[in-house]
């Protein structure tokens, strides 16, 4: 995904999740709150990242840490990851996604966390941003132009290039695909990388969590995850398949600008 730039919008960029992370403020950015949202990204990193041996999410899955003797939040976070194996009957697998095939939840934490971090924003006061991590973003406000933070969805096989570009307000959009992290989403029975009649599965809704959760879940299901998306009130999807074919929700549609 790629947003719009203004003269009226101060951005700030730092590193969080082995990624970047870009927040857009309409207006004065206080530095209060912005430094609240990164010391917040940064504890949830420490504690659920895959990479950082202490973590407790590496501690979980290498056994040293007993899943009931963990951080309250780690629990939570392992409770959603069950209810969404359950409800995509086994596609959404946080414990062999790995690429040792062991625990990886970061197809539900990465959206979570920027709900999170959003939620602090408003509290502190900032009611017209947009926030992203690794191309997935969610967005308050109407924008510098007040008619929605504009997003543009990138081809993936020509990423100079936009597919779409839908207006964002109090909304979220994440895409699940293989074309930044090649080999990132596995099979959870054999290890290897999956297969999918899709390049890339784009979910469009008012919560970050769920929006990343299903563009995870419906890349990886397949031409069913259309339907998934399409039931679900307030959420719509954007998806190109292998032949470079673009499918989209009337949810979508609606949004693009």
């Known amino acids: ?31 209060a709150a912005v430094e609240a949202t990164f010391v917040r990204l940064n504890e949830i990193e420490e504690r659920f990242s895959t990479y950082r041996p202490n973590s407790e999410i590496c501690q979980i899955r290498d056994g040293a840490l007993a899943r009931s003797a963990a951080h309250p939040e780690t629990q939570q ?5 069950e209810a969404l194996h359950a409800e995509s009957g086994g596609i959404f697998d946080a414990w062999h996604a790995g690429r040792d095939g062991g625990l990886e939840p970061a197809g539900y934490v990465k959206g979570w966390a920027i709900g999170v971090a959003g939620a602090i924003l408003r509290e502190q006061g900032v009611d017209n941003f947009s926030l992203g991590i690794g191309g997935d973003i969610t967005a308050a406000g109407g924008g510098p132009a007040g008619i929605g933070w504009s997003v543009g969805v990138v081809d993936p096989r020509r990423n100079t290039t936009l597919v ?20 990132h989403l596995r099979n959870t029975g054999t290890g290897e990388a999956v297969t999918s009649p899709w390049l890339s599965f784009t979910v469009v ?23 998934r998306v399409d039931d679900e009130p307030g959420y719509g999807a954007l998806a190109m398949d292998t032949e470079g074919v673009l499918t989209a929700t009337e949810g979508f549609r609606t949004r693009t600008i």
């Not at 779409?164 to 080999?183: F, H, Q, Y």
């Open 164 to 183: 779409a570009r839908v207006a964002l307000r109090n909304a979220a959009i994440a895409t699940s695909g293989l074309s930044e992290r090649p080999g």
């Open 205 to 227: 809704g008012p919560d970050i969590a769920r929006v990343d959760a299903l563009a995870t879940i419906c890349f990886l299901e397949g031409r069913a995850g259309m339907q």
């Open 77 to 81: 976070i392992l409770d959603v990851c």
């Open 1 to 31: 995904m790629s947003g719009t730039l203004d003269e009226s919008v101060t951005r700030v960029v730092r590193k969080v999740f082995g990624t970047a992370a870009s927040l857009a403020v309409v207006g004065p950015l206080p530095s």
